[in-house]
């Protein structure tokens, strides 16, 4: 093998993604002198308008309410990192495992799923809105950083993580990316790594922002065996620890053990279907899993976490605002396209419906808040 950067790469595995097996890039540009084709991918995503945007986007409270909980910039991060340690422990790409990390919510609304059910409501006659594809619509049209093509040009297997999952009647539009959909294969180990990567971290940020929003209490999180295994391990080392440390070592704790155990339960998976190559890895079963019993303690969290966060009242309330900004900023602009600003008002002479989607998904939650506020109060620039 040989191509930028084949040096590094020359420790993966043979069924990792390498650079120079790339499918490669829609637009066909001269490689890099000295970086990876994956290399450049993440660093395209980080230098993307919509990556920074990321700071100012909901993951469950908006982004005004409190300086210390997660957004979705600060969530993307802890995916990424758990991504890449998870992707060196199996040696596959740590590069192009930290760009599809760095880019899987690119594509997310203003107010996070509150956000995306509303505007997917108003597009629901128009082929409806997925915040997953969306991201795809980000890096591969939306983005404009480039004389000679259309987003960032990024690489297939990128674009393959980033596409984690796609309605059939959507795949067969996207060609060549929606096929694995259609044929019921699997993406590659960096794609299914960031994929539990994200579960990882948002299980456990989420019961940290929980409780330190005071909506969670720590006698709750004792009822879950993920949680109480961890926090008992804490409590007996540490008798007398405040409950904010408490918190914090139990989290780490739970983090690590997922990761031990996704490590662990992957690498049999791996050595049992004895890919070679990652076209192998494609054609098996899923091979990035949890062992089964922590399937299930993750599955009991997640249950947990919708029924007593998400949909906890104080939420509630906020996601109920939210729905309603978005859905009013969309019909006010479909009513009137004159309202949009002059770029997507061009577009929208093409497809109405879709410039309208593109225009509130790629707003922040204060920036969405400030257009509803000049559409709608009165006294109002
Ligand atoms: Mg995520």
């Not at 405040?242 to 997922?258: D, F, Q, S």
């Amino acid at each position: 093998m040989s191509g930028p950067g084949a040096h590094v790469e020359s420790v993966l595995a043979s069924y990792a993604a390498h650079s120079a097996e790339s499918r490669g890039r829609v637009h066909v540009e001269a490689e890099a002198p000295r970086r990876t084709a994956f290399q450049r991918d993440r660093e395209r995503v980080i230098h993307s308008t919509a990556f920074r945007r990321l700071e100012y986007k909901t993951q469950v409270f908006v982004n005004h309410e409190g300086d210390l909980f997660r957004t979705r910039l600060t969530h993307s991060l802890e995916v990424a990192q758990i991504a890449r340690g998870i992707a060196r422990a199996l040696r596959v790409n740590e590069d192009l495992v930290e760009a599809i990390a760095l880019a899987h919510d690119l594509g997310h609304t203003p107010f996070g799923h509150a956000g995306q059910d509303a505007l997917h409501e108003c597009m629901a006659p128009h082929g409806g809105f997925e915040h997953n594809l969306q991201s795809l619509r980000v890096v591969d049209e939306l983005e404009e950083r480039y004389g000679a093509f259309n987003g960032l040009n990024l690489t297939f297997e990128a674009r393959e993580g980033i596409l984690k999952h796609c309605s059939l009647e959507n795949a067969r539009k996207l060609g060549e990316l929606g096929q694995r959909f259609i044929a019921r294969r699997q993406p590659s180990l960096e794609a299914q790594i960031a994929n539990l990567a994200d579960e990882i971290a948002y299980n456990n940020h989420d019961v940290d922002d929980g409780l330190r929003s005071g909506l969670l209490q720590l006698a709750q999180l004792d009822e879950i065996s993920l949680f109480a295994r961890h926090a008992a391990t804490v409590r007996a080392a540490f008798p007398r620890l405040p409950e904010r440390r408490t918190i914090h070592e139990t989290v780490r704790r739970m983090i690590n053990a997922l990761i031990v155990d996704l490590v662990q339960e992957s690498s049999r998976r791996i050595e049992a279907a004895a890919p070679k190559t990652i076209e192998d890895v494609r054609s098996a079963g899923l091979l990035i899993a949890f062992s089964q019993p922590i399937r299930q303690e993750a599955d009991a969290l997640k249950t947990f976490l919708r029924e007593n966060l998400y949909r906890h009242y104080q939420v509630t309330r906020m996601t109920n605002k939210a729905r309603r900004i978005v859905r009013e900023l969309f019909t006010a602009f479909w009513d009137d396209v004159r309202l949009l600003p002059n770029d997507y008002r061009e577009r929208a002479e093409s497809d109405r419906a879709r410039a309208i989607a593109d225009y509130v998904a790629g707003m922040t939650d204060r920036y969405a808040i400030r257009e509803h506020r000049r559409l709608f109060a009165v006294g109002e620039v």
